[in-house]
């Protein structure tokens, strides 16, 4: 399973567009990176998921360089509400079930 | 939006004692997860369970663990003796593919289960 290395904490202030990156090494050809969001007291919450170049939806954007060493999750314009901690994701799965781990996450705060 | 239920959402229990924590995973998933999350420390993998059973399990998931789908619909985590150290919250989640198709890794999770014990 691959490592990732995400910064620990992100201050942001409403209105802006908020950059969180991700950094995974040694990502395999088969890995995909998905990313979570979780509120104090309650279960992580999917974001978003990709494999290469760009990947958009109604909540975020997720940048994926050609190397697929890093990704970022672009949250545009965060509100109060945005305050969370953000997971990155590194791997795949395997026949019969897999380890979905993880790491430490960036806690990402919000102010008015 | 289809859910993943756990019941109860808080439990508190004496030191020693059984504790049963129950989810019920989405209905067409087809594997099956238990986390927990220490307050303020990270979500920490437990167990994954396909096909009836264990796929992978953590350090953490010891003898004391086990985990059961007892009919169509529920997944169980058994504590057999509780330790203070077993306070926590516990996470189900459930999930469709496990093949690497797009989609691997989208786990949908419970709203938690606070144990606490005493």
């Known amino acids: 399973l691959a490592k990732t290395t995400q910064p620990i904490s992100m201050d942001s202030y409403e209105g802006q567009e908020v950059n969180i990156t991700c950094s995974h090494n040694?990502?395999?050809?088969?890995?995909?990176i998905t990313w979570y969001q979780q509120f104090p007291s309650q279960g992580p919450r999917f974001i978003i998921q990709?494999?290469?170049t760009k990947v958009t939806n109604e909540v975020a954007s997720l940048f994926i360089p050609a190397d697929r060493k890093s990704s970022t999750l672009s949250l545009p314009r965060v509100s109060l509400s945005d305050t969370a901690v953000y997971y990155c994701?590194?791997?795949?799965?395997?026949?019969?079930?897999?380890?979905?781990?993880f790491g430490a996450g960036t806690r990402l705060f919000v102010k008015a | 939006e289809p859910e993943v239920t756990q019941t109860p959402s808080h439990q508190v229990t004496q030191m020693g004692q059984e504790v049963i924590l129950r989810c019920v995973p989405i209905?067409?998933?087809?594997?099956f997860y238990w986390y927990r999350q220490i307050l303020g420390q990270k979500v920490e993998f437990l167990v994954s369970f396909y096909n009836n059973e264990i796929s992978e399990k953590s350090e953490i998931f010891d003898d004391q663990f086990s985990v059961e789908r007892p009919d169509g619909s529920n997944f169980t985590l058994k504590i057999r003796s509780t330790k203070l150290e077993d306070s926590a919250m516990y996470f189900c989640?459930?999930?469709?593919?496990?093949?690497?198709?797009?989609?691997?890794?989208?786990?949908?999770f419970g709203a938690g289960s606070r144990l606490t014990v005493l």
């Open positions: 040694n990502i395999a050809t088969n890995d995909y």
């Open positions: 994701l590194v791997g795949a799965s395997r026949a019969g079930g897999f380890k979905t781990i």
């Open positions: 989640a459930s999930t469709i593919s496990g093949q690497g198709a797009l989609g691997a890794n989208v786990l949908t």
């Open positions: 990709g494999y290469k």
């Open positions: 209905s067409n998933h087809l594997y």
